[in-house]
């Protein structure tokens, strides 16, 4: 079952809710990938239009 209608869209990171550390590390990587413009080339390549 994949269908949206039901999930929704997007992706996301299960991190453990007693793992801060490990969440504001994600979180801190993902703002970085997304500034430089590797997030937006990452999802070109893997999720196609």
């Not at 209608?5 to 991190?15: E, N």
């Not at 550390?21 to 239009?49: H, M």
């Amino acid at each position: 079952m994949t269908d949206p209608q039901y999930f929704g869209t997007g992706l996301g990171i299960a991190v453990r809710p007693d793992n801060k550390a490990l969440l504001e590390k994600l979180n801190a990587a993902l703002k970085a990938i997304k500034a430089d413009g590797t997030y937006q080339k990452i999802s070109n390549q893997w999720f196609p239009e």
